[in-house]
């Protein structure tokens, strides 16, 4: 592939050096640590001097106050950084969202009513018994009308703008990506054919009846699943695809998402329930934080160092390969976990059901409103998506004010800390007058909360908090000499960035032109 070379910068304190070292890019690995805090790679670091976060920000620009640009589900928090874009042009808020336009998957023939939930998550894989295929089983996905036909929508189909990944392939560059559902199809791009050698092995098994394996059930089998993906990444950096056949040599851009260190922030109990068949002394104890200055259990810490174990093993396949020099090495995060302090964690039950329990909930018309789009098994009536997050679509939109009132009436009871709806969506979205997509109320609780019941997690994310959203990212290069710029950024600027490494106009990404999005500061010599 001929792409043309640019040349990396180097920012030291406010000014860039005169003196910047060129480095020729061919290759961008981009990798998404789920879950991780800025705070966690500041401190991994300052315990792991020799680890691989020491050495990729020993040559790169860490960036330690990067947040993701709205909420902080994987889907729009990974779209980010493939798209240069939000929930403004990407169209996702959520892996199980809601869609105005769309219908059930079993209504064939889009009768009726329009408007359903938009499920994105491990129940759209094609199961064998109790184990998922790897692929998606289009009878189980969301239904439009498109020329005048009833079909379903792949999750690359409801993705509103391009990707990193089709922009490239249409240079000339090979492209590929790991991660942790075949949903994750997503990455495509509206094209489908974004991605050439898309891998994406299930963590967690959901098959319509009986019980599969939920990895994330154990800090130790999801370090086993990230293995699979680390495997892969490792084959295409040799030149491979991601089982070891024949390839046309390393892609242009690639990478791959960790689940182990969000799942060690997580779990209450690693493999409370013995379901993971990988037995280990971790078996049983706690996940999560120590403390609030981050300091890790030893279930995350496990989690942590096995990652960077595995960036290690990135790091001497590029070496060996001879391609070190030629890649620029992108460590970031789809969203972080909140809370960090675990004195914090408060999990007083799903939204709609303390919505429910006030006194007043069965004469008032905005909590009614509010309860029966979260009892709402299908189709027209609205949808609640709840973590340490609410996000609200009503069956009557005309109820909105109605049901935003009620919920700021009864703010200190439903630990909500804002209720955003009208003007202040607009402000930030695309009106949900007009975007078949866009919450009508977007819930942020007090810090901390997470509507569940569920005792086996002890961290959420999905809000916009800031552990929610402040993530860690650091950019590296041999040819970059090691810096921290604490100038606020945004992870949407990842994706403009890696494309005028490799020598092309951002401007080809739909959401860098919507949205304005600019490339990474303190990384190019000035123009």
């Not at 001929?2 to 180097?10: Q, R, V």
Request: a negative charge; glycine letters at 10%.
């Amino acid at each position: 592939m001929m792409l043309k070379k640019i040349a990396l910068g180097m920012l030291a304190g406010v000014a860039l050096n005169a003196t910047a070292m060129a480095a020729d890019i061919d290759h961008v690995l981009l990798i998404s640590v789920d879950g991780l805090h800025a705070l966690d790679v500041a401190n991994f670091i300052e315990a792991n001097p020799n680890s691989a976060l020491a050495e990729l920000a020993g040559h790169g620009v860490t960036f330690s106050n990067a947040r993701i640009p709205f909420n902080s589900d994987s889907f729009p928090g990974l779209l980010a950084e493939v798209t240069g874009g939000s929930p403004i042009t990407t169209g996702l808020f959520y892996d199980v969202s809601y869609d105005r336009t769309f219908f059930d998957p079993t209504n064939t023939n889009c009768k009726g009513a329009p408007g359903n939930f938009m499920i994105f998550d491990e129940t759209i894989d094609l199961y064998k018994g109790v184990v998922s295929q790897n692929v998606i089983d289009p009878t189980r996905l969301p239904r439009r009308i498109l020329n005048g036909q009833c079909v379903p929508v792949f999750p690359h189909q409801a993705l509103k703008t391009n990707t990193i990944f089709e922009v490239v392939k249409s240079k000339g560059g090979r492209t590929a990506w790991a991660d942790k559902h075949p949903a994750y199809d997503l990455v495509n791009g509206p094209s489908g054919k974004g991605v050439d050698d898309l891998f994406t092995p299930e963590i967690t098994n959901a098959p319509p009846s009986g019980t599969g394996l939920d990895n994330t059930v154990s800090i130790d089998c999801t370090v086993a699943n990230d293995a699979l993906k680390v495997a892969a990444v490792i084959n295409e950096i040799n030149g491979l695809t991601h089982d070891g056949k024949p390839a046309g040599g390393t892609p242009a851009v690639f990478g791959m998402n960790f689940q182990a260190v969000s799942v060690g922030q997580k779990l209450t109990k690693s493999n409370s329930d013995g379901s993971c068949p990988i037995v280990t002394a971790r078996d049983g104890q706690p996940g999560g934080y120590l403390d609030g200055r981050g300091t890790p259990s030893a279930v995350l810490a496990f989690g942590l160092l096995q990652t960077d174990q595995a960036l290690g093993a990135m790091i001497k396949a590029l070496r060996s390969r001879g391609i070190f020099n030629s890649t620029l090495f992108i460590v970031s995060a789809k969203h972080g976990q909140s809370p960090i302090n675990p004195a914090k964690v408060n999990k007083p039950g799903h939204f709609v059901d303390l919505v429910a329990s006030l006194p007043d909930a069965g004469t008032d018309p905005g909590a009614q409103a509010i309860i029966s789009a979260g009892n709402c098994p299908t189709g027209s009536c609205g949808f609640v998506q709840d973590d340490d997050v609410a996000l609200i679509w009503l069956g009557d939109q005309g109820k909105t004010q109605a049901a935003v009132d009620y919920l700021n009436k009864n703010a200190k009871a439903l630990f909500i800390e804002d209720a955003l709806a009208g003007d202040e969506i607009e402000l930030k979205l695309n009106s949900p007058k007009h975007d078949s997509r866009t919450p009508d109320i977007f819930v942020q609780p007090v810090y901390g909360t997470i509507y569940t019941t569920s005792s086996k997690k002890n961290a959420e994310h999905g809000g916009m908090s800031f552990a929610d959203v402040n993530v860690g990212l650091i950019v590296s290069n041999p040819s970059l000499q090691a810096t921290t710029i604490k100038t606020p950024v945004l992870t949407s600027q990842v994706a403009p960035t890696i494309l005028r490494t490799l020598g092309i106009d951002p401007d080809e990404l739909n959401s860098v032109r919507v949205e304005h999005t600019t490339v990474l500061p303190g990384l190019f010599d000035r123009d």
